[in-house]
């Protein structure tokens, strides 16, 4: 390249960093890039897990010997609480979050996600969510209750304190977090690979990361909803798990089990992504058996929603309903097994370098298959009856987790710490910190698996000496410190490696995945141009894209319009289909955040007034968040020089958003499936479930009020079909009318509520019908604020003939709003009346 | 409708009918032993059992063929030049409707030695 050229491409870059990279000094707070929030939700993260981690170690200093009195019974059940809360909520699913943030464009040969603002609000939810759970630590009010929360123990009587709303309230918030990161990641990987990335071509880590995606969607919404329930009932009286309203304490139980199981599995998909990218890469061959690994990461994900009542066996469930669940717990080994034997397949074949990552992945396949084999014991009935609620337990669980996630996790901290600082690891300290912490965790949980088996239970804060729990004890204690220590070695080895490692040359340690394709440290926009991808292994087989990507040889090398531009793909070939524009940096996601924070920190100290008005100010800052998309003059108003092939995906009728809609009713589905299975669940199952005599609703305005609904949605479809066609006269009167219908419908339906002689505070019946009402009343209120806001941007010339996306995104909203009204019809009022219940 | 062989709903579809047959199965025990319990002496030889290990029966047939389907359907397709990506999704799918299948049947299997309600 001569100097001449040299100059231009610096000048193109400079400008790529300008509109890409976040505002300087306290505008950082308003970055939405992918790298800057992964970064955050790691380093969150692990700020949460050294905080769990002391937890860990206060519990086992607790049970270091008998009958020590060091942190008494009610401090220790909050320690424990807290600790388990932590891990799992605080530490476990973010990280990982994080990590697939970080990574995933970089690995589909893209420059963001397909959603940024939503990223940097998980971030923020998950940041203040947590601060307001840790809060109640500091407050010496944090629940106790045990980090799943049965009832009727977390229950008013039993916790009449703040610490169950605290753990309720910010799990809540923070798994706003979740979901978020769930969709985008779908959408993401689904709608924004690099061109000619076909599905079999795709890097393995996002197979991984889009089924552990897809189960947060699928599995969070039955526990925000078992959460909001358990809230209503603790702070407004409702009965839903008070045997003696109608209600039944277990259906908490299925509720929290329903995401709890698959929550397992949601941390180890992202953690075996790893495993599966490392190994090929220090094993110096691909993959063995990509096909059956995909077969198992897509098996896994389904079979492990079927074993949640494993958790149940002991609360009287049904022998053949036990077996069910026993056997599909068994069933979901083999397609774990599939995956350990492709690892060992792939290690077998090829030649293994044994750098430090590789280190942390043999103790992983050591710690977790151990781990599994516990699994497979638990899930034979008669043994899981013997060991229930023992250490074994918690010696099961920690092998799974810690070896199915943490182990893997610090892989690839080891693996990808170069692509983000440039420089190496120190070997030694790492192998140190390695051998410390692999040895600490063997002390500590492997003996713990004895100690259980010889009777000590969980949550109990000591134990009387002489009962053979002593010396295991003692020595599980002492592990326990010997791993903090390798945690701490691990940590220092990392802070020093920023100043005092050897500088990384680029792919240092010879990874075939695009994301080594990038300059180290990694700049704000990935791919100075975007590449074709047509291989599964893109940099063993065309290692010259470093230097053609970063001197603008491909796709995409010019900023247009300072418009922060990526490609937009076909989800099954590949195939570039638009050019999607992202929002740049904002502060809407850190104001949102943080008036949903009041919301939370006032339902917690019951100034409700402040949470409705605060609530309502989310609501206008979101509805702002999305004024500011498709032509609006902050997003990509429309030009004369507008890109035409491919088109820009606002000026498409299947564009990123309308994925990202739809993937989010499919989380919000499964939440109100989950009230249906909460209804079907006390009505079959409730020990002392009852009915009124007489409907609490007056049926016909209810019908009336749904005939308007479907009048409304029925004029939306015309509409939006048209639009399809080009045709955008009299859109804007359209929308208004369908808004005007759809307010009265709204109105119909609150004045059936009103009317209603419902006594949610008495009957479980009529508390699950309030629910049910309330939803629908959310749901068509916010279809009729969308579609004004719709006719006032056809108005704007922000929506019509030339933009027509944004009425199609919002069609898929409607239509879930008319399904759900009418289901909710015939499944709470009219099933029950043909069956007369 | 059934959908193209080489359609990617399939890498799902199976298992999206083991989640749905899982569903149903423990659901109908539960409204079953709910609402017309058979006599608990009757040990496994039940109007539940045998319900559900012939409707286990079916599922895992359909899906057996579903995987035959798939299975097949490459080497009588004309080659294309999507033709991998068209043997990854068929193939793969095989092997989800078969997996599908083994899965039914197993969670049924239980039926025919346990009583339903006790």
Same mark, same amino acid.
């Given at each position: 390249?001569?100097?001449?050229?040299?100059?231009?491409?610096?000048?193109?870059?400079?400008?790529?960093?300008?509109?890409?990279?976040?505002?300087?000094?306290?505008?950082?707070?308003?970055?939405?890039?992918?790298?800057?929030?992964?970064?955050?939700?790691?380093?969150?993260?692990?700020?949460?897990?050294?905080?769990?981690?002391?937890?860990?170690?206060?519990?086992?200093?607790?049970?270091?010997?008998?009958?020590?009195?060091?942190?008494?019974?009610?401090?220790?059940?909050?320690?424990?609480?807290?600790?388990?809360?932590?891990?799992?909520?605080?530490?476990?699913?973010?990280?990982?979050?994080?990590?697939?943030?970080?990574?995933?464009?970089?690995?589909?040969?893209?420059?963001?996600?397909?959603?940024?603002?939503?990223?940097?609000?998980?971030?923020?939810?998950?940041?203040?969510?947590?601060?307001?759970?840790?809060?109640?630590?500091?407050?010496?009010?944090?629940?106790?209750?045990?980090?799943?929360?049965?009832?009727?123990?977390?229950?008013?009587?039993?916790?009449?304190?703040?610490?169950?709303?605290?753990?309720?309230?910010?799990?809540?918030?923070?798994?706003?977090?979740?979901?978020?990161?769930?969709?985008?990641?779908?959408?993401?990987?689904?709608?924004?690979?690099?061109?000619?990335?076909?599905?079999?071509?795709?890097?393995?880590?996002?197979?991984?990361?889009?089924?552990?995606?897809?189960?947060?969607?699928?599995?969070?919404?039955?526990?925000?909803?078992?959460?909001?329930?358990?809230?209503?009932?603790?702070?407004?009286?409702?009965?839903?798990?008070?045997?003696?309203?109608?209600?039944?304490?277990?259906?908490?139980?299925?509720?929290?089990?329903?995401?709890?199981?698959?929550?397992?599995?949601?941390?180890?998909?992202?953690?075996?992504?790893?495993?599966?990218?490392?190994?090929?890469?220090?094993?110096?061959?691909?993959?063995?058996?990509?096909?059956?690994?995909?077969?198992?990461?897509?098996?896994?994900?389904?079979?492990?929603?079927?074993?949640?009542?494993?958790?149940?066996?002991?609360?009287?469930?049904?022998?053949?309903?036990?077996?069910?669940?026993?056997?599909?717990?068994?069933?979901?080994?083999?397609?774990?097994?599939?995956?350990?034997?492709?690892?060992?397949?792939?290690?077998?074949?090829?030649?293994?370098?044994?750098?430090?990552?590789?280190?942390?992945?043999?103790?992983?396949?050591?710690?977790?298959?151990?781990?599994?084999?516990?699994?497979?014991?638990?899930?034979?009935?008669?043994?899981?009856?013997?060991?229930?609620?023992?250490?074994?337990?918690?010696?099961?669980?920690?092998?799974?987790?810690?070896?199915?996630?943490?182990?893997?996790?610090?892989?690839?901290?080891?693996?990808?710490?170069?692509?983000?600082?440039?420089?190496?690891?120190?070997?030694?300290?790492?192998?140190?910190?390695?051998?410390?912490?692999?040895?600490?965790?063997?002390?500590?949980?492997?003996?713990?698996?004895?100690?259980?088996?010889?009777?000590?239970?969980?949550?109990?804060?000591?134990?009387?000496?002489?009962?053979?729990?002593?010396?295991?004890?003692?020595?599980?204690?002492?592990?326990?410190?010997?791993?903090?220590?390798?945690?701490?070695?691990?940590?220092?080895?990392?802070?020093?490696?920023?100043?005092?490692?050897?500088?990384?040359?680029?792919?240092?340690?010879?990874?075939?995945?695009?994301?080594?394709?990038?300059?180290?440290?990694?700049?704000?926009?990935?791919?100075?141009?975007?590449?074709?991808?047509?291989?599964?292994?893109?940099?063993?087989?065309?290692?010259?894209?470093?230097?053609?990507?970063?001197?603008?040889?491909?796709?995409?090398?010019?900023?247009?319009?300072?418009?922060?531009?990526?490609?937009?793909?076909?989800?099954?070939?590949?195939?570039?289909?638009?050019?999607?524009?992202?929002?740049?940096?904002?502060?809407?996601?850190?104001?949102?955040?943080?008036?949903?924070?009041?919301?939370?920190?006032?339902?917690?100290?019951?100034?409700?007034?402040?949470?409705?008005?605060?609530?309502?100010?989310?609501?206008?800052?979101?509805?702002?968040?999305?004024?500011?998309?498709?032509?609006?003059?902050?997003?990509?108003?429309?030009?004369?020089?507008?890109?035409?092939?491919?088109?820009?995906?606002?000026?498409?009728?299947?564009?990123?958003?309308?994925?990202?809609?739809?993937?989010?009713?499919?989380?919000?589905?499964?939440?109100?499936?989950?009230?249906?299975?909460?209804?079907?669940?006390?009505?079959?199952?409730?020990?002392?479930?009852?009915?009124?005599?007489?409907?609490?609703?007056?049926?016909?305005?209810?019908?009336?009020?749904?005939?308007?609904?479907?009048?409304?949605?029925?004029?939306?479809?015309?509409?939006?079909?048209?639009?399809?066609?080009?045709?955008?006269?009299?859109?804007?009167?359209?929308?208004?009318?369908?808004?005007?219908?759809?307010?009265?419908?709204?109105?119909?339906?609150?004045?059936?509520?009103?009317?209603?002689?419902?006594?949610?505070?008495?009957?479980?019946?009529?508390?699950?019908?309030?629910?049910?009402?309330?939803?629908?009343?959310?749901?068509?209120?916010?279809?009729?604020?969308?579609?004004?806001?719709?006719?006032?941007?056809?108005?704007?010339?922000?929506?019509?003939?030339?933009?027509?996306?944004?009425?199609?995104?919002?069609?898929?909203?409607?239509?879930?709003?008319?399904?759900?009204?009418?289901?909710?019809?015939?499944?709470?009022?009219?099933?029950?009346?043909?069956?007369?219940? | 409708?059934?959908?193209?062989?080489?359609?990617?709903?399939? &890498?799902?579809?199976? *298992? $999206?009918?083991?989640?749905?047959?899982? %569903?149903?199965? #423990? @659901?109908?025990?539960?409204?079953?032993?709910?609402?017309?319990?058979?006599?608990?002496?009757?040990?496994?030889?039940?109007?539940?059992?045998?319900?559900? &290990?012939?409707?286990? *029966? $079916?599922?895992?047939?359909?899906?057996? %063929?579903?995987? #035959? @389907?798939?299975?097949?359907?490459?080497?009588?397709?004309?080659?294309?030049?999507?033709?991998?990506?068209?043997?990854?999704?068929?193939?793969?799918?095989?092997?989800?409707?078969?997996?599908?299948?083994?899965?039914?049947?197993?969670?049924?299997?239980? @039926?025919?030695?346990?009583?339903?309600?006790?």
């Amino acid at each position: 390249m001569n100097n001449l050229s040299e100059q231009a491409n610096r000048e193109r870059e400079a400008q790529l960093e300008h509109v890409w990279g976040n505002l300087p000094g306290w505008g950082a707070l308003a970055a939405v890039n992918h790298t800057s929030i992964g970064f955050r939700f790691m380093a969150t993260g692990m700020a949460f897990f050294l905080i769990g981690g002391v937890l860990a170690m206060l519990i086992r200093t607790q049970l270091a010997l008998p009958e020590q009195d060091i942190i008494g019974a009610s401090l220790y059940n909050q320690i424990f609480t807290m600790h388990g809360t932590v891990m799992m909520f605080l530490f476990a699913i973010p990280v990982l979050e994080g990590v697939a943030m970080y990574l995933v464009p970089k690995m589909i040969g893209t420059r963001d996600l397909a959603f940024p603002r939503l990223s940097a609000l998980g971030y923020y939810c998950y940041l203040f969510g947590g601060v307001i759970i840790l809060s109640s630590l500091v407050l010496e009010v944090a629940p106790d209750a045990g980090w799943f929360m049965y009832t009727p123990l977390s229950s008013n009587t039993y916790s009449p304190g703040p610490g169950s709303d605290f753990w309720l309230l910010g799990i809540t918030f923070v798994e706003i977090s979740a979901i978020s990161a769930g969709v985008e990641l779908v959408v993401s990987i689904l709608r924004t690979r690099a061109n000619g990335m076909s599905l079999n071509k795709m890097p393995i880590f996002c197979w991984y990361i889009l089924a552990m995606a897809l189960m947060i969607v699928f599995g969070f919404p039955p526990l925000i909803l078992g959460s909001v329930l358990l809230e209503l009932e603790r702070a407004a009286g409702f009965v839903f798990f008070e045997i003696s309203g109608g209600g039944d304490p277990l259906l908490w139980q299925h509720l929290f089990w329903m995401f709890g199981h698959p929550e397992v599995y949601i941390i180890f998909l992202p953690a075996a992504g790893i495993v599966s990218t490392l190994i090929p890469v220090f094993a110096r061959h691909p993959l063995v058996g990509y096909r059956w690994v995909v077969l198992g990461i897509i098996t896994m994900g389904f079979i492990s929603f079927g074993l949640w009542v494993h958790h149940m066996f002991t609360v009287g469930i049904p022998q053949l309903a036990q077996a069910f669940f026993s056997i599909a717990s068994m069933l979901v080994a083999i397609p774990t097994a599939i995956q350990i034997f492709a690892w060992l397949a792939t290690l077998w074949q090829g030649k293994v370098v044994f750098h430090l990552p590789m280190l942390w992945i043999a103790g992983f396949l050591i710690v977790f298959v151990c781990g599994g084999l516990t699994g497979v014991m638990l899930a034979l009935v008669p043994f899981n009856w013997q060991v229930h609620d023992t250490h074994f337990v918690v010696a099961h669980m920690h092998y799974v987790l810690v070896g199915g996630m943490l182990f893997p996790l610090i892989a690839g901290f080891y693996y990808w710490l170069p692509h983000v600082s440039g420089r190496m690891p120190s070997d030694k300290m790492g192998r140190w910190g390695f051998w410390l912490f692999f040895g600490g965790f063997n002390i500590t949980f492997l003996l713990m698996h004895l100690t259980g088996l010889l009777g000590m239970p969980r949550r109990v804060y000591t134990y009387e000496a002489g009962l053979g729990w002593d010396w295991l004890n003692l020595v599980s204690s002492i592990g326990g410190f010997i791993m903090a220590i390798g945690v701490a070695v691990i940590i220092v080895d990392i802070v020093l490696h920023f100043r005092f490692g050897r500088r990384a040359e680029q792919n240092p340690w010879g990874a075939d995945t695009l994301e080594w394709a990038i300059p180290m440290p990694v700049n704000a926009y990935n791919f100075s141009s975007m590449p074709d991808i047509t291989t599964r292994h893109p940099m063993w087989e065309r290692p010259e894209l470093v230097e053609s990507i970063a001197a603008g040889e491909h796709d995409l090398a010019e900023v247009q319009n300072l418009r922060r531009d990526i490609y937009g793909s076909d989800a099954v070939t590949g195939k570039v289909r638009e050019v999607i524009h992202l929002p740049t940096n904002s502060w809407l996601p850190l104001l949102t955040a943080a008036v949903l924070a009041v919301v939370c920190v006032s339902l917690l100290v019951k100034v409700y007034l402040i949470a409705l008005v605060a609530a309502v100010v989310a609501l206008l800052l979101v509805l702002r968040w999305g004024w500011e998309n498709g032509a609006h003059p902050r997003a990509a108003p429309v030009r004369a020089d507008d890109p035409v092939d491919p088109p820009l995906h606002s000026r498409t009728c299947d564009g990123p958003g309308l994925w990202g809609m739809v993937i989010s009713l499919m989380a919000n589905g499964t939440l109100y499936v989950s009230l249906l299975f909460g209804w079907f669940y006390l009505w079959t199952a409730a020990p002392q479930w009852s009915t009124p005599e007489t409907s609490p609703l007056a049926l016909i305005p209810l019908a009336v009020s749904g005939a308007l609904l479907a009048l409304a949605v029925s004029i939306y479809r015309i509409a939006v079909s048209r639009l399809r066609k080009g045709n955008d006269g009299s859109l804007s009167l359209q929308l208004w009318a369908v808004s005007a219908i759809g307010l009265t419908h709204w109105c119909l339906l609150g004045w059936v509520l009103k009317t209603s002689s419902l006594q949610p505070t008495e009957l479980a019946h009529d508390a699950v019908l309030a629910v049910a009402l309330y939803y629908l009343l959310l749901h068509s209120g916010l279809a009729v604020i969308f579609t004004a806001l719709q006719a006032l941007r056809v108005k704007l010339g922000y929506v019509g003939a030339r933009v027509p996306y944004e009425p199609i995104v919002i069609q898929a909203f409607w239509v879930y709003t008319l399904g759900v009204f009418w289901l909710s019809f015939a499944m709470f009022l009219l099933l029950p009346m043909a069956w007369g219940a | 409708m059934k959908p193209s062989p080489f359609h990617p709903v399939n &890498l799902v579809l199976g *298992l $999206i009918i083991w989640a749905l047959w899982f %569903v149903l199965l #423990y @659901g109908g025990l539960s409204v079953g032993c709910a609402f017309v319990p058979p006599d608990t002496e009757a040990g496994a030889w039940t109007w539940i059992n045998a319900a559900s &290990l012939i409707a286990a *029966l $079916i599922v895992s047939s359909y899906l057996l %063929v579903c995987a #035959y @389907g798939c299975w097949k359907a490459p080497s009588l397709a004309q080659a294309t030049d999507a033709e991998p990506l068209k043997a990854f999704i068929s193939k793969t799918s095989a092997a989800v409707y078969l997996v599908s299948a083994f899965a039914s049947m197993m969670l049924a299997l239980p @039926g025919a030695i346990l009583p339903p309600c006790i």
